[in-house]
C-alpha cells in the first residue's frame, strides 16, 4: 500500500533537489538510548540518514519529555546519557517535567503534548528552522500536538503500540491516538500495511518495511563467539532479538525435543525467565544475553537456519521483523509463521501456520542451506536502509 505524498512542486528538478528542515521526535526511547543500544533501531537509522542526507537541511532532533528532578540526580551521580553532537546544522532538545511518565487519561495526555508541542516551537525558532517538517514516531505527537509552526506532521510507525504489552497502561491512549489521525489529516508511514489498516488516517499514507546497513553485512563473515562455537555438533538455529512473551517458548520447546540434534541459541534480552522455563530445561537450547552488532552478524552469517518464533497475536501480525531483513541479509533460510508482513519477502522464507510447525518444516529449511553469495549480496542491496530512507523522505518532504 502506497498513497502519493504532498504537493507537487511546479518544477519537479527543483522539488527532487530542494531541502526542508526536519524536527524528529523520538516516542518513548531517547537520543542517549539509541546511543547505548547502537542506533540500529528504525528510527534512530532514519536519524543517522538524515544528519547527512541531501534533502535535509537544519535538523533538530528531540527527546521524549524527561524528569527534571530524575535527570538531575542521573548527572550528580556521573549517570548523564551519551552526548549529541550539535553542529550549526543538527541539534537535539529535551523537553523537561516532573513527573516521569505519561498520564494515562487521555484529556491530561493531550494537555501534556500541546506543553510539549510549544517546547518544541520554541527549540525550532531558536535554531532557526524555517517552516519545518514534524516527523515523529510518537502518535501522542501526532494527534495531539497542534504543530501550527510546522508545515507538515508525519508519524512514522514502527509498531502497533496499542498492542504492546510493555505499554498496557496506555492502550486507551494510544486507540484514542489513532482515532484522532483518522480526522486530523496527518500523514502516517507505518513498516507494514497492517498498522496502516489499523489507524486508517485520513491523511496520506506509505508502507515503508524495515531495512539493512550494507556495510554490516558485505564483508567478509566475522568469527563467531566461543559460546557458540563450543557447543555440541549440530545444525545452529538462531534466535536474536527480545527474549519476551512474543516467543512461543512451548512451541519452541517441541520442535527442540523433535529435533534433539538442533542446537537452538535465544539471544537477547530475557524480560522474564519464567516465560522461557520450558525451553531452559533442555539442554540443546542456549540462551545468551544482548551482543553487540558485530557478534549479531557473526552469528547469523554462520547460523543454519534463523527463526522468528513468536506467538500469533495482534502485535506479531502487524510487525514488520528488522531481524527477518537480517536473517536474509545473512544468507540463511528463515522459519516463520505466516504473519502478514513476512510474506512474499524472499524464498529463503519458510512459512508455517505456527511455531509447532517448524517441527516438519525444518528439514525442508536446512536441506535449503544459504543462499547463493551473488543473491545475498542482491537482496542486501535492493534492501538497504538509505533506498528506504530516500522513498521515505521523499514522502515527507514533498
Known sequence: MTTAAGPEAADGVAAATSTSDVVFTFSFDSWGDAVVRGMHRPPERLVTTMRDHPR????????????GPIRAARALLGRAEPGFETTAEHSLVTPLRLRRQDPTDVPQLAAAYRRYDR??????????????????????????????????VVFYARDDWSELPARRPWWPAYRAAYRELQVNGRAVMAVSPQIIERIAPSGPALVAPNGIDPQEWLGP????????TDAPPGPRAVYVGMLDTRIDAEGLAQVARAHPELQVFL???????????????????????PVDRADVVSLLRRADVCLIAHRRTRLTEAMSPLKLYEYLAAGAPVLTPAFGPVQGVHPHVLLTDDVPGFTEALPGALALGPMAEEERRAFVAANSWRARHDDMLAFCLD
Open 56 to 67: 535535509v537541511g537544519r535538523l533538530l532532533v528531540a527527546n521524549p519529555y524527561r524528569s
Open 221 to 228: 563473515a566475522p568469527e563467531p563467539p566461543s559460546w557458540f
Open 119 to 152: 517546547a518544541m516551537a520554541r527549540a525550532a525558532v531558536a535554531r532557526g528552522l524555517r517552516a519545518p517538517v514534524l516527523i515523529t514516531t510518537n502518535p501522542f505527537v501526532a494527534a495531539y500536538c497542534p504543530a501550527e509552526w510546522a508545515r507538515r
Open 267 to 289: 539471544v537477547g534480552t530475557t524480560e522474564d525467565p519464567r516465560h522461557l522455563e520450558a525451553l531452559t530445561r533442555l539442554p540443546q537450547v542456549h540462551v545468551h544475553g
